[in-house]
Structures are given as C-alpha cells and as structure tokens.
C-alpha cells in the first residue's frame, strides 16, 4: 500500500523509472511462462518418440495440480490469504464434472460450464464465510470449510461414498476443425498444456489491471484500503471467487484424466500439497507453481520407486528448499534475470 500511495506523488521521471523496473520484472516472469512452454512441448516430443503413456500421463497430472496450485497462489501471493481448504473447490470441481460426463453426457465443455457456475456460487458462499476472518482464522475457517464438504460427499451413496465415482467416460472435446480424445496421451496432454496457460494468462493479465493492483494493496495493508475508496471485502470475495474458478475448472479436468474421482481429493493433504506446490515454485509468481508441481510430482514419483515412506524424503528436501531457497524457485531466479534484462536494456 505504501509503494501505491507514494508512486502518486513521485515525479515523472521516477514514476518512469519505476514503471520500467516492474515491466522487466513482468517480463522475466512471462520468459519463465515461455521456457515452461518449451520444456513441456520438449518433453511431449521425446516422450512420443519413446511411446511412453505413464509419464504423459504422470505430467498430465502435474499440469492440472499445478492449475490447482495457481488458484492457491492468487489468494496467497497477491491477496494475502492462506487457505488451507481449497481442496474444496478442486474436489467439487472434478465431482461436477464426473457427473455430468457420466449421467449426462460426456460434453468436455458442458463439463467445464457446468463447474464453473457451481465454482462460482460455492466461492461466492464460501468467500462470504471465510473473508470476515484474517490470518490464522481464514485459514481455519477455509480448512473447516473443506472438512465438512469431505464428509458429507464421504458418507454420500448417491456420489459412491468412499469409492467416489468410477466409469467415467472417455472424452471428446470438440474444436471447429478437430477433436480431442482424452484417452490420447499426447493430445490430451497438450490439451490441458493448453488449458492451464491460458489460465495463467488471463490471470497475469488481469493482476495488471487497477483489480489486481488493488489485491496487492490488501495484501500489504488491507485497512488503508477504504481510503481510497474501495471495499477490501468486495475485492477479496472477488479474488476467493475466482481463486476457486482456477482450482474447480483444473479439478474438471482430473476425472478425463483418470476416469474416476474420491473424496480424497477434498481432503486437507491434497490442499497442503497444494501450497507446498506453492512455495516450491515462488509465491507471488504465478508461473511458480507450475515449476513447483512438476517438482513435486517428480519426487513423488521417483522416491516413490525406492521407498514406501516417499513422503518422509519429500518432507526432508521440502525442508531444505524452504531454508536455501525461502522465496522457492522462480521467486530466487527470476529477480536475477531481472537484473540482468535491466543491465542489458541500460548498455543498450
């Protein structure tokens, strides 16, 4: 808030100078976006040529708890707020979908519709809730949130109760000129690489906007807010209500993957592997969570191959990242390429 009041009153040229500095900073967190692109295409060639199914779909995966993970970092790295629930919307998101694919029609963008608007009315219910709290509570509440909807889907027959839904069908999203089969490794792979970076550019776009300066402004002083006339509430039901789109529309996504859904997918370690996720990519970054659950999902997957107590290394590594590297991965590169794209554009 303090860097918003006092950019008003600086000079031109100052205001100038500032300007530039975070353009390069946006800059060197969308040249992140774009080296993601190429290692995921790179990977999508190699893994073809080799007839691989399982790793297209162990990062197919990673794609879409890395969606998940972007909801969590709008909340945390731009509007302040820690949810240890959001598994809620994921789970909700990939529930909605399994139902319409398998008791209505396996439509992928009925499918999405159809999360989205209940994302959109449970974010909207949930925010009204959980914003009244700060700190510590928000995130309690937003964990209380997810526990109780865990149960009652848990203990629901209708929706098969701790076996979750099972025969979801395979899907086909219809483009103009082509289809897309989600029983296609590759395709469907480079579907959801595409989906998830979209979502990621709407966002980066939207954060430049006066909204998103406004989330950062609550993030640094959430009571100056109203001074300059604007409801702090407001904005942050508005960023739980689209934190929880970006989670429930990746969580769609998961039962076209696997072809089921559970109730595990609700509960509170799906969320904490969520903001580990988080913080091993960069808060704040937004592409940072993408490089964070490929991580994650790679450790998983590798340590896992050599030990059943998988979770116990993970832990330990987690531990390491957080005290050598406090500010994750993109979050300790990308000021450094920074620095070096303002050195080269001053020389130039």
Known sequence: ?????????????????????????????????YLFIALALAFALVASALGDVFFFRLATEALIYG???MGVDLLLGFTGLLSLGHALFFGLGAYTSALV???????????????????????????VIAIRARGVYFALITFGLAEVLSKIVFNTRELGGSDGIIGVPVVQANFLLFSVDSSHALAFFLLVLVFVMGL?????????????RLLVAIRANENRVPFLGFSAQRY???????????????????????????????????????????????????????YGSVILSALKSVVGTYTEHHLIVI?????????????????YLSPRLAAWLHA?????
């Open 1 to 33: 808030m303090h860097d918003i009041v006092s950019r008003l009153g600086r000079p031109l040229p100052v205001r100038m100078a500032v300007a530039r500095r975070e353009n390069i900073a946006r800059n060197a967190l969308r040249y992140f976006a």
């Open 67 to 69: 969606g998940f993970a």
């Open 101 to 127: 694919l398998k008791e209505w029609t396996a439509s992928f963008w009925l499918a999405l519709g159809a999360t989205l608007l209940v994302a959109t009315v449970a974010g909207a219910v949930g925010g």
């Open 200 to 212: 990621y550019f709407a966002l980066e776009a939207l954060l430049q906007t006066p909204f998103g």
């Open 236 to 290: 942050k039901l508005l960023a739980f209500i689209m934190a929880a789109d970006v989670t429930a529309l990746s969580g769609a996504l998961y039962p076209m993957l696997r072809g089921f859904v559970s109730p595990e997918l609700m509960f509170f370690h799906t969320s904490g592997n969520a903001v580990i996720t988080v913080i091993l990519g960069g808060v704040g970054t937004l592409i940072g969570p993408l």
């Open 315 to 331: 832990g330990v590594l987690f531990m390491l990242a957080v005290i050598f590297f406090p500010k994750g991965l993109i979050g």
């Open 344 to 348: 080269r554009k001053e020389l130039s």
